[in-house]
Each structure stands twice: as structure tokens, then as C-alpha cells.
């Protein structure tokens, strides 16, 4: 069992950068791939980055690619979410995922534990 708690959301305005930690509980969690997809209202749960369990093999949403950096520290049995240039349209809720998959996934429905989100709001 893996329980992931999200932390960092808040306020930004558009180009500025916020960090997102998921922190997990368990000690089998640096053997399960964490990703990170968003939610926006009246919209789809959408993949947003998503990392190995060796944090060797990356893969990000085209709309994300090299503006989000997604890292782990698995000594801390944390993940990170690094967003940079941040625009309006980044605005949504942000849930931590983490699937048993031996490699990286970008479907939602490939991960069995979720966090319950934090809000990232990105103002113009």
C-alpha cells in the first residue's frame, strides 16, 4: 500500500515557477514509477510527466516539455515536479500518481495509487 500526499501549489503569476513535492509512504515506493497529471475544471485528468523508479527514464506531455523538470529522491521517498515558465493554461489541480508498471506510463489508468491534488493557479 502507497499513500502520496502533494504539496506546493499556490498562486503564481504567468513565467514565474513553483515546486511540487509528493511525498510517499511505504518503503517499497522507490520501486514504483510516479507521475504527475493535472485536472482542470470541466476538463480531462491529463498526463503531465512521469519517471522510473531509478529516476533514469523520463517522459512529459508535449505541452510541458522543457518548461517542467520531473525528479525523485528516493532516499526521501519523494517526488518532484519543477514548473518553470508557467502560463495561464497550467492552471488546474495537480495529483501525484504512482503505478506498479516496471516501466514509465503516461495513461491515468495505469497507476494505482493517487494523492488527493493541490491547486496551482497561474494568473495572467
Known amino acids: 500500500q502507497v499513500q502520496l500526499v502533494e504539496s506546493g501549489g499556490g498562486l503564481v503569476q504567468a513565467g514565474g515557477s513553483l515546486r511540487l513535492s509528493c511525498a510517499a509512504s511505504g518503503r517499497t515506493f522507490s520501486s514504483y514509477v510516479a507521475g504527475w497529471f493535472r485536472q482542470a475544471p470541466g476538463k480531462e485528468r491529463e498526463f503531465v510527466a512521469t519517471?522510473?523508479?531509478?529516476?533514469?527514464?523520463?517522459y512529459y506531455a508535449d505541452s510541458v516539455k522543457g518548461r517542467f523538470t520531473i525528479s525523485r529522491d528516493n532516499a526521501k521517498n519523494t517526488v518532484y515536479l519543477q514548473m518553470n515558465s508557467l502560463k495561464p493554461e497550467d492552471t488546474a489541480v495537480y495529483y501525484c500518481a504512482a503505478s506498479r508498471s516496471v516501466s514509465v506510463r503516461s495513461n491515468w489508468y495505469q497507476y494505482e495509487y493517487w494523492g488527493q491534488g493541490t491547486q496551482v493557479t497561474v494568473s495572467s
Open positions: 519517471i522510473s523508479w531509478s529516476g533514469g527514464s523520463t
